[in-house]
T-cell receptor, first 114, second 113 residues
Framework: AQSVSQHNHHVILSEAASLELGCNYS??????LFWYVQYPGQHLQLLLKYFSGDPLVKGIKGFEAEFIKSKFSFNLRKPSVQWSDTAEYFCAFLKGTGRRALTFGSGTRLQVQP | EAGVVQSPRYKIIEKKQPVAFWCNPISGHNTLYWYRQNLGQGPELLIRYENEEAVDDSQLPKDRFSAERLKGVDSTLKIQPAELGDSAVYLC???????????FGPGTRLTVL
């Protein structure tokens, strides 16, 4: 079965620390990859996406992610986090063909301390 | 541009009662999705519509759940009767045909007592 693993369930960082959240997917075919963010009390918002081309993609608010096909990974990074980055982060993938529904990971709760 | 609208935002009911959720997608988006998000988990698809046709309802528990999108615009998801295990956030999302990007609504948080 296709799935997404997010290895860090809860991450606590101080402001200005660097962030890397792990994401691995299990599917052998072509995929589109996404990171969504959910700020407290708000709805899911797209942070960044990878469809094809340059495996290093940049999103909003200084986030970036790198697709490494050989590792089935799509890790999220930010060089310096801010208190306002406190949120829950979800990695998801969409199969290139067939079923057109996102498969989500279980999420990583990021808490940034001032 | 208005986003995906859902109502109600919160609903508390007793088990065995019926409940319904409503979603209005972004104007022009012909694909509509209902997801369920259990506590501590990511969203999971319940049903996907292309216009008024349900093209993927394999994960919808059909004994108690039903959905409709009669005119290919807004949609209603119903549970009858509700069980304790149905407590979750029900999310609606929409996308333009052919696009891989889905836009999510704020969700309806259901609590079944």
């Amino acid at each position: 079965a296709q799935s997404v693993s997010q290895h860090n369930h809860h991450v606590i960082l101080s402001e200005a620390a660097s962030l890397e959240l792990g994401c691995n997917y299990s599917y052998g075919g072509t995929v589109n990859l996404f990171w969504y963010v959910q700020y407290p009390g708000q709805h899911l918002q797209l942070l960044l996406k990878y469809f094809s081309g340059d495996p290093l993609v940049k999103g909003i608010k200084g986030f970036e992610a790198e697709f490494i096909k050989s590792k089935f990974s799509f890790n999220l990074r930010k060089p310096s986090v801010q208190w306002s980055d406190t949120a829950e982060y979800f990695c998801a993938f969409l199969k290139g063909t067939g079923r057109r529904a996102l498969t989500f990971g279980s999420g990583t709760r990021l808490q940034v301390q001032p | 541009e208005a986003g995906v609208v859902q109502s109600p935002r919160y609903k508390i009911i007793e088990k065995k009662q019926p409940v319904a959720f409503w979603c209005n997608p972004i104007s022009g988006h012909n694909t509509l999705y209902w997801y369920r998000q259990n506590l501590g988990q990511g969203p999971e698809l319940l049903i996907r519509y292309e216009n008024e046709e349900a093209v993927d309802d394999s994960q919808l528990p059909k004994d108690r759940f039903s959905a409709e999108r009669l005119k290919g615009v807004d949609s209603t998801l119903k549970i009858q009767p509700a069980e304790l295990g149905d407590s979750a956030v029900y999310l609606c999302a929409s996308s333009l045909g052919g696009s891989n990007e889905q836009f999510f609504g704020p969700g309806t948080r259901l609590t079944v007592l």
